[in-house]
């Protein structure tokens, strides 16, 4: 079962699950995923798709559950920070509550916004963080850490076989072209010829992992040991000024676009890169598609999208 299916990570995941003849049921309540990102798995006879609020209780059977859902991107999941935080806390309790009902195993997606604007230039699973509990971004950000707490104490308390990865960013096709994400920011405004918009003066850094990295992360996660419980760091370690990749993409598109900047808004992290040695060490795991190679995917699907009407 994969929570938040229709969403961007989740429709890949549900589609590679398929791809290896497994049985599965996605979750969601479309509040920033869309059909059309499993409009190719409608028809598959293994394939079954459930309008739900994460929010609610749900009572299916399941051996297994990837806790997906939550909007991602901030100007989603700041549109109702309420909806956002329950989607993290609440909808963490059920899809726990359910994982202990039927014996299921169940990973939660958290993120790399755990950790907040971090001291460490390179973020390890050790380090505790740095979040502002009252800003703009603590519903997503205090929603995931509280999440964590949750599946920790659901091992504890309830002996779960509860597993954390914590998502540093990730890109590809199925992304939406308006939620204000860096990458597909900036591939759409390169392609409809617009100014690329850099907040600050663009030296921040990030690292981006292609979505098929990421699944593999992922899957390798679900097929640990029982006595695994993460949390687990999963992203590319390289590191890429955000102006570096409004440049990269304004020479891969053709575009004619310039780079305007913006001022940064409120508690935007600095630097954000992921220490994979866990992952590495404990899945064997690290990404193996680079840059060029997925951000020329990305710009595939995004030309094939805004040439598709509505
Ligand atoms: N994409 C990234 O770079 C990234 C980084 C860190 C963590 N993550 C985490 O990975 C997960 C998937 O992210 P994504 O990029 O695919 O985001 P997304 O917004 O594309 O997908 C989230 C999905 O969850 C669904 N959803 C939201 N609230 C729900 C609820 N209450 N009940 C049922 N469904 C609900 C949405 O409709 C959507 O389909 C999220 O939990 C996110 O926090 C993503």
Redesign the pocket.
């Known amino acids: 079962m994969v929570?938040?299916?229709?969403?961007?990570?989740?429709s890949h995941l549900c589609e590679r699950l398929l791809d290896e003849g497994h049985e599965v049921l996605g979750?969601?309540?479309?509040?920033?995923?869309s059909r059309r990102n499993l409009a190719d798995l409608l028809a598959h006879p293994m394939f079954e798709v459930m309008r739900?609020?994460?929010?609610m209780p749900l009572y299916v059977e399941t051996d297994l559950i990837f806790n997906?859902?939550?909007?991602?991107?901030p100007i989603?999941y700041q549109r109702d920070p309420v909806?956002t935080l329950k989607?993290s806390v609440h909808?963490a309790i059920n899809m726990l509550g359910l994982a202990k009902r039927v014996g299921a195993s169940i990973v939660q997606?958290?993120?790399?916004?755990v950790y907040g604007d971090p001291e460490p230039a390179v973020q390890a699973e050790s380090y505790w963080g740095r979040v502002n509990p009252i800003g703009t971004r603590a519903c997503y950000d205090e929603g995931?850490r509280a999440a964590e707490t949750l599946f920790s104490d659901y091992r504890r308390q309830h002996g779960s076989d509860t597993k954390i990865v914590r998502?540093?960013?990730?890109?590809g096709p199925r992304m939406?072209p308006d939620d204000g994400?860096v990458v597909s920011n900036f591939i759409v405004q390169a392609l409809r010829g617009e100014p690329i918009t850099i907040y600050g003066d663009g030296v921040q850094t990030r690292a981006f992992c292609y979505v098929s990295d990421l699944v593999e992360g992922l899957l390798r996660m679900s097929r640990t040991p029982g006595e695994v419980s993460g949390p687990v760091n999963l992203g590319n370690p390289v590191e890429i000024t955000v102006r570096a990749l409004a440049e990269h993409i304004i020479a891969a598109t053709g575009s004619a676009s310039t780079i305007v900047s913006r001022p940064l808004p409120e508690d935007d992290p600095r630097q954000r890169c992921p220490d994979i040695s866990l992952a590495k060490s404990l899945l064997g795991w690290e990404p193996t598609v680079d840059l060029e190679t997925g951000l020329s995917r990305t710009i595939d699907y995004f030309r094939t999208l805004l040439a598709t009407p509505v």
Request: proline share 2%; net charge neutral.
């Open positions: 929570t938040g299916a229709a969403g961007f990570i989740g979750v969601d309540n479309y509040y920033t995923g739900h609020d994460i929010t997906l859902a939550c909007p991602a991107s989603h909806q989607t909808g997606a958290s993120t790399s916004e995931k998502i540093f960013n990730t890109y939406r994400r």
